[in-house]
């Protein structure tokens, strides 16, 4: 039997929209947080101190992690890697140790991570902001 569902094998899914409000809720300065699952499958997270116009957290990818499909409507995002690969599997880039993944404000993304990634992940909502860290990570 031929049937349409056969051949249709991608699966769509609602991005969910995380803000740093949300890690802030999820994390602490002094110890690795798992995530919940409903937002990525291996993930752990731990904030770090920044000046007052940026949120700033260490991410700890497991070997086989990912995120869900996310947005963040409310600010952009920096993902800087410390150690480790990472690929937005949205656009299929690959970011390796000593790259930077700059995210605009309402861009959908989904982070998958093959073996064991640190990544600086820093938040802001000021485009000027965002570009002064970016030269930071230059």
Known sequence: MNSSFEYNTSILVEPINITSVDLINESTFNEWKELPYEICDGLSCKRIKTPEEYNGFLLKYDTNSYTVPHINADEY?????????????????????GETLVIDKGEVHEIYCNSEAYIYFITTKSKSALANLTKVFD
């Open 77 to 97: 995002e920096v993902l800087n890697v410390k150690y480790g690969t990472i690929t937005n599997l949205i656009t299929g880039e690959s970011f390796t140790e």
